[in-house]
């Protein structure tokens, strides 16, 4: 069964720093492209960036370049994703999710990391 | 970025009935070398992530019920609900992955008249 299993809630300060995973199993992780989807809380869905876990290979939405980081660890089957300098609005719950074999689009998604910035 | 624009905002329907669900693209999502329109539709229930329903616009997820369906015309898209269910209310939204950067729809909410 293939499963992404993300890390648990946050709360932090403006300006800290913060790095969430997302775990995959039940399928091969290296092969398959991650997408990371931010959603503020009550409005929709925003593409971020993918990453290809087998080269690293990533692509930012031109919206999240330079403002956050993603990566991944083919070794322990995780992508990441990480900030080096909260602001509150980044305030949010974020998904990564699969891309299908068929396209750039989620067929299975983790349950969803809140993060939420306030001082 | 093409602009996904969905309609209406919110829709309420009697349980057994038709539910529609309209998203419109800014510029075409279709590729012409295998003539598919590169959209896909989600379903998002209060607390859960998206759940894949559609795509390439009309074909449907595995174990997606056959009440949902797709469909499309130029640069109009359709989710139908042919005979509305209660666990059918969440919000739906439509996403093109044509071009980066893939955007959404701004989601439509369903619900129970």
Known sequence: EVQLVQSGAEVKKPGESLKISCKGSGYSF??????????????GLEWMGIIYPSDSDTRYSPSFQG?????????INTAYLQWS???????AMYYCARLSDYGDFGDYWGQGTLVTVSS | DIVMTQSPDSLAVSLGERATINCKSSQSVLYSSNNKNYLTWYQQKPGQPPK?????ASTRESGVPDRFSGSESGTDFTLTISSLQAEDVA???CQQYHSSPYTFGQGTKLEIK
Do not use: N
């Open chain 1, 30 to 43: 290296s092969t398959y492209w991650i997408a990371w989807v931010r959603q503020v809380p009550g409005k």
């Open chain 1, 67 to 75: 403002q956050v980081t993603i990566s991944a660890d083919k070794s």
């Open chain 1, 85 to 91: 300098s909260l602001k509150a609005s980044d305030t």
């Open chain 2, 52 to 56: 894949l329903l559609i795509y390439w």
């Open chain 2, 91 to 93: 919000v739906y939204y």
